[in-house]
């Protein structure tokens, strides 16, 4: 078999990229085959696909004799690529038709070439209209009534178009190496932040490939997460414990902000999750974080046993991560209501684990990554009606533009041009 020109091999990766999604079973990582020249391609088709997925259904549905969900999964993804290649990068049907077509027999779908040959000759150049929401915007049916009952519909709508942007490539300025104003004037192209004091904004890239990365100067970190350290705000010498840590994010802004003086013990249920954790700390130069692995429901009890309490515990808790949506195209596919009931009671549990384990005096901070309600002022409302020792400790004045009157920190990717982030500080007082 002749060797395939290298966007074949690129429209091939996002073909079975998005197969693989379906099984919850791709990585970004897929596309580190590809030569650099085709990767950034490769990503765009794949991600637009899944972004637009609802409404590249619905466009291509007046050409198909049976619905998408019945064909063959490799087909049914060459036929999204193809139109969403149509519509968004005007790729001509003679290229789609035969690309996409040639792409059957290497997934042992031969007898399906005529039928893609034939659909991606006949695709429509503009996107089919509809009054739908969860159509128009392509997002889960359940999850925009939700948000229509909660917010209305024309927020409803600015959330899900939000959602739908391709998210900047924010980085968090490592200061126990430098400063931001040094980075600033290094790295092309950057802008300051808007609502984090060590953020810088890029409208694209890879944070790996510049050179400030190997020198532990930056990582990559959403201006939402980074609020959430900040809230944080652990003191030189504290013992903090975070309770998930992966991928250390959170854990080294910790370090950073206690000046790498103290110490940080990073939890993780998975062992290979807290090797990023450590190779992280240890290319941003941070020394005080120890890593165990284990669940965090029975590793409470024994810290607290071992230790006599921390002063700050870090709870960033699972969730439905409905806030990282522009990030991830992929999960808002894979969410479900069922799952949020579950996660309800995991989140629940952890709190549960958490309240003991903080000294009287000390702060313990919640964090999701949800724009679900129940998973945030619904878990600290029932929290601290199980706990009345503690109560919720004002977000400080710097942190008053993603501040709630509640106190807690509350970010929207349509308000805030950032992930949605929910933390609340809970200060222990007996």
Not at 271 to 296: K, Y
């Amino acid at each position: 078999m002749p060797d395939l020109h290298p966007k074949t091999l690129a429209r091939r990766a996002a073909m079975r990229a998005l197969v693989a999604s379906e099984r919850e079973a791709w990585t970004a990582g897929d596309f580190t085959t590809l030569g650099s020249d085709v990767r950034p391609f490769a990503r765009e088709i794949y991600s637009g696909t899944l972004r637009h997925r609802a409404r590249l259904d619905w466009t291509l549905a007046p050409l198909l004799q049976k619905p998408l969900a019945k064909l063959d999964a490799p087909v049914r993804a060459a036929l999204r690529l193809a139109q969403y290649e149509k519509i968004a990068l005007q790729t001509p049907d003679r290229a789609l038709a035969n690309e996409y077509a040639s792409l059957m027999k290497g997934e042992k779908l031969a007898s399906a070439t005529g039928f893609v040959n034939a659909i991606t000759r006949r695709l429509s150049p503009d996107w089919r209209a509809s009054s739908d929401l969860s159509v128009e915007f392509s997002h889960p049916k359940w999850l925009v009534e939700r948000y229509v009952e909660r917010f209305g519909p024309n927020e409803t709508a600015e959330i899900l178009r939000a959602n739908n942007q391709i998210a900047p490539l924010c980085l968090r300025v490592n200061t126990l190496q430098t400063t931001r104003d040094e980075m600033l004037n290094q790295i092309s192209g950057a802008t300051i932040g808007n609502l984090s004091p060590d953020a810088l904004l890029l409208e694209r890239g890879d944070a790996t490939a510049l050179p400030q990365w190997d020198k532990g100067q930056i990582i990559a970190q959403d201006e939402a997460a980074q609020l959430v350290s900040l809230l944080a705000s652990p003191r030189a010498g504290d013992f903090v414990v975070d309770a998930a840590s992966a991928p250390g994010g959170k854990t080294t802004h910790l370090a950073q902000i206690m000046g790498d003086a103290g110490r940080i013990l990073a939890l993780d249920s998975a062992p290979p999750r807290l090797e990023m954790v450590r190779d992280n700390a240890t290319r941003l130069g941070i020394s005080c974080v120890e890593t165990r692995a284990g669940d965090f429901r029975s590793l409470a009890p024994q810290l607290e046993r071992e230790t006599g309490g921390a002063d700050v515990v870090l709870l960033d808790a699972p969730c439905l991560g409905t806030g990282t949506l522009r990030r991830r195209p992929d999960a808002k596919w894979r969410k479900t209501a069922a799952q949020l009931e579950q996660l309800l009671g995991l989140q629940r549990e952890l709190l549960d684990a958490a309240a003991p384990l903080v000294k009287v005096g000390g702060a313990l901070v919640y964090a999701t990554c949800s724009l679900e309600i129940e998973e945030n002022q619904g878990q600290i409302e029932a929290f601290l009606a199980r706990f009345p020792h503690y109560e919720i400790e004002l977000a400080p004045a710097f942190l008053a533009p993603a501040a709630t009157q509640e106190g807690f920190l509350n970010t929207y990717p349509h308000r805030h041009g950032t992930d949605g982030m929910f933390a609340a500080k809970l200060r222990r007082r007996a």
